[in-house]
């Protein structure tokens, strides 16, 4: 039985729900605090300044790290490429018993004339001299193609005929990755080599170049006009005109002697630099980096007075931080500081000189 509480409780809800206004109370509460919209809050001037300087600030914080990374991934292939360079090198000693020479000048005499090409009456470097047809052959890299993989190029050569006549004048056009570095920009365009003939569409695009030169003496690799080189026997390097350098003629140890170092072009639209099939080798008079050099604030030139063509150019340099990549005769490759001791450099030069080196006044 129901009480008369329950039933009084019961009777009073159906009137409240009867009513449509009491209905929408019970369903809808009145809040004592009624909800006010509110606009969303945006960003004030100071703040979106003070954002934008954070990002910078992590920005300039994040590029030069991002910078110095692929630096070192540049340096480190530019290392392994002397090292690629070096086997190959090592590679055509084994089957010919000598590395091959830094240049090949034909016709040479065999007497006195031991420096540059036979002087030929009225100047020509083309005609015949008493051992027959004087010409100038290919450098030090066009000897090892086929150790390096490009059996296809060198089947173009005829050493018969000189490097800027066909068909090794368009051999030469050839641009070869592995002997160049990435950190020097422009080095992937064809550079001057003669005025007879052209591989591309400007007179000046001839031939491919090389950030490899092959170390022939510590003060001047050249005969006294400063052109062409001289022969191994009077450089004191490990390469040289006319001449072959075996293991045995380094004397100081393949490991206390440098073989290969970096050289740099003349930078993109120069067209200037050092030619794979002409005569890459280099000595060390300078240093590395000097002011003779690009990355040492010079100029591509020779500081001598000999032209781009067929010269002496600057010394060893690069675009690395601080110094230049090179492979000793052991075919290891290294990192020579450009604020080495000059003494210590021109040691490190000569294959016989008989001076004792510490590996830490080196590397």
């Not at 090179?326 to 030069?349: K, M, N």
């Amino acid at each position: 039985m129901k009480t008369p509480y329950q039933t009084t409780s019961a009777a009073r809800t159906r009137r409240l729900n009867s009513h449509p206004r009491e209905r929408s109370r019970v369903a809808f509460p009145e809040s004592p605090h009624p909800r006010i919209p509110k606009c969303p809050r945006a960003f004030t001037l100071v703040e979106l300044l003070v954002v934008i300087t954070i990002i910078g600030v992590l920005i300039a914080l994040l590029l030069p790290a991002v910078q110095a990374a692929r630096e070192a991934a540049r340096r480190a292939q530019c290392a392994n490429n002397f090292h690629q360079v070096s086997v190959a090198l090592h590679n055509y000693a084994e089957k010919i018993g000598a590395f091959p020479p830094g240049y090949m000048h034909y016709g040479w005499s065999s007497d006195a004339v031991d420096c540059g090409p036979i002087p030929f009456p009225g100047g020509s470097n083309a005609g015949t001299g008493p051992n027959g047809p004087m010409y100038a052959g290919a450098g030090w890299f066009a000897f090892i193609l086929p150790q390096m993989e490009q059996q296809a190029v060198w089947n173009m050569f005829d050493f018969s005929v000189a490097a800027w006549n066909r068909p090794n004048f368009t051999a030469a056009g050839n641009i070869f990755p592995t002997i160049l570095c990435p950190s020097d920009a422009g080095n992937d365009e064809l550079i001057n080599y003669t005025n007879t003939g052209t591989n591309g569409v400007l007179p000046e695009e001839d031939v491919g170049q090389t950030n490899i030169a092959g170390v022939a003496d510590t003060l001047n690799w050249t005969c006294s006009e400063g052109s062409w080189a001289k022969t191994f026997g009077r450089n004191d390097g490990m390469f040289g005109g006319r001449g072959c350098c075996r293991v045995a003629d380094v004397a100081d140890g393949l490991s206390h002697t440098i073989m290969l170092i970096e050289v740099t072009g003349g930078g993109p639209g120069s067209h200037k630099g050092f030619s794979w099939v002409g005569q890459a080798m280099i000595d060390m008079e300078h240093g590395i980096n000097s002011d003779t050099t690009l990355p040492g604030g010079g100029e591509l030139s020779d500081p001598s007075g000999g032209t781009i063509w067929q010269s002496r150019l600057a010394g060893p340099s690069s675009w690395h931080p601080g110094g230049c990549n090179c492979a000793l005769g052991d075919g290891s490759a290294h990192f020579l500081y450009e604020d080495i001791d000059q003494s210590v450099l021109e040691a490190l030069t000569t294959r016989a000189g008989g001076e004792v080196i510490s590996a830490n006044a080196a590397f």
